[in-house]
């Protein structure tokens, strides 16, 4: 054993060869702008507010199915698998977005269709800062401003679209809203909205204008509104005590250079006079031939054009009692009056007219354009041209 030892401790071993070190790779440099393309970017305005719209109807409970459900019975408010729901709506313009969006929804009953709830609208500056409002149908109301429920009430959002009218840099929007009734009255508002020291608040030169659409009409590039010029009454329709609103012609309040709207500059004037014309024979518009009465829209339209001409007030109401005065013997062995809205004739003869047109030679074929209602007459000696009750049976 020790002779072993001995002879190990004899053996020389060579010395380690030095290893020598690794390089370290090169560093890696990502371009700025290639790492800007492959980062996650923030959402756009129209994306955040798309985004919030499907989180608040996600939220709420789908419809439950019950047995026998037909396809219509199953179908239901979804804005997902709309591809016209003007929840998308948004527009990108000087000074920020506007942008439609969804606020609340609740479903009263859990089978029930109806839905209900706010809408906003919401504007994001290029900070990113949002505000909102809810428009209403109607000032101080505390209904939902929107209802979707298949074949009765229907109410909210229509068309939303941006213009900077003051020229400060910020465009205004256009909110239309439109709602309905079952067997009921449709109704629709127009309005324009600014940014004011941190909120949205009314565009103060249409504020006092009862519009109920907007479409530039002139070709201008500006977005005018379109009013019946406060010619509108609430009326039951004979027979069916259906509600609807009785109305004139649609006017046009035109947006001029200087941030306004007119009713009575030469662009404003020159649609009239053509939504006026030509002139029926007659102020009182009877149903179609071979039945008894009068037509209340046409004539309401005959009405309003007419005061628009100049016609006095005074013979017009006598016209108007002695035609609606008129009545038969009904089906039923009631009354059947040749006028279903007698008061709401009469008022709109009362009203005093907003502008002024210039005198008309009358024709006896009634015209609608634009959905106006029919053309006026002209003034005559007594003022009221051929305002007979002929053709009513």
């Known amino acids: 054993m020790a002779a072993i030892v001995a002879a190990l401790s004899a053996c020389r071993h060579p010395s380690p060869t030095p290893v020598a070190p690794v390089a370290q790779p090169p560093a890696v440099t990502v371009d700025a702008a290639v790492e800007a393309a492959v980062a996650p970017r923030p959402p756009t305005a129209c994306e955040a507010s798309w985004a919030a719209t499907r989180r608040v109807y996600a939220a709420v409970a789908p419809r439950a199915r019950e047995p026998g ?17 003007p929840f998308r709506a ?33 504007f994001t500056g290029r900070d990113g800062a949002r505000i909102h409002v809810r428009p209403a149908m109607t000032d ?93 009454a609430p009326a039951t329709a004979p027979g069916s005590g259906f509600e609807y609103v009785l109305v004139g012609p649609l006017f046009v309040a035109h947006a001029t250079p200087q941030g306004g709207f007119a009713l009575d500059d030469a662009v404003a004037l020159a649609e009239a006079d053509r939504r006026c014309s030509p002139a029926p024979a007659s102020v009182i518009v009877p149903v179609e031939e071979g039945r008894f009465g009068v037509d209340d829209s ?53 009203r005093a007219p907003p502008v002024r047109l210039p005198p008309h030679r009358p024709t006896s074929s009634p015209s609608s354009s634009l959905g106006a209602s029919p053309a006026c007459p002209s003034a005559s000696g007594d003022g009221v041209a051929n305002v007979g009750t002929a053709g009513i049976g």
């Not at 459900?69 to 729901?85: G, I, Q, V």
């Not at 089978?111 to 919401?122: I, K, M, S, Y």
């Not at 006095?312 to 809205?341: Q, V």
């Open 140 to 232: 101080g109301s505390a209904e939902p401003n929107f209802i979707d429920s298949i074949g009765e009430r229907g109410r909210g959002p229509h068309a939303l679209i941006a213009y900077d009218y003051d020229g400060d840099g910020v465009a205004e929007a256009v909110t239309v809203a439109t709602g309905r009734e079952h067997e009921g009255p449709s109704e629709a508002r127009a309005q324009v909205w600014t940014v004011r020291d941190g909120a949205i608040v009314p565009y103060a030169p249409a504020a006092a204008i009862d519009a109920e659409d907007a479409a530039d009409v002139d070709g201008d590039g500006r977005p005018d509104l379109l009013t019946h010029l406060g010619y509108e």
């Open 90 to 122: 948004c527009a990108e313009a000087p000074g920020g977005t506007w942008s439609i969006e969804l606020a609340t929804l609740t479903r009263p009953e859990a089978a029930g269709h109806r839905v209900e709830g706010q809408w906003a609208l919401v």
């Open 69 to 85: 459900d037909t396809d219509e019975d199953r179908s239901d408010f979804n804005p997902d698998t709309d591809e016209e729901s």
């Open 298 to 350: 046409l004539t309401a339209g005959a009405i309003v054009c007419a005061r628009l001409r100049g016609a006095p007030a005074g013979p017009m109401l006598a016209t108007i009692r002695r035609a609606c005065d008129r009545s038969r013997p009904g089906p039923g062995g009631e009354r059947e009056t040749a006028c279903g809205a007698t008061e709401q004739l009469l008022e709109m003869v009362r």
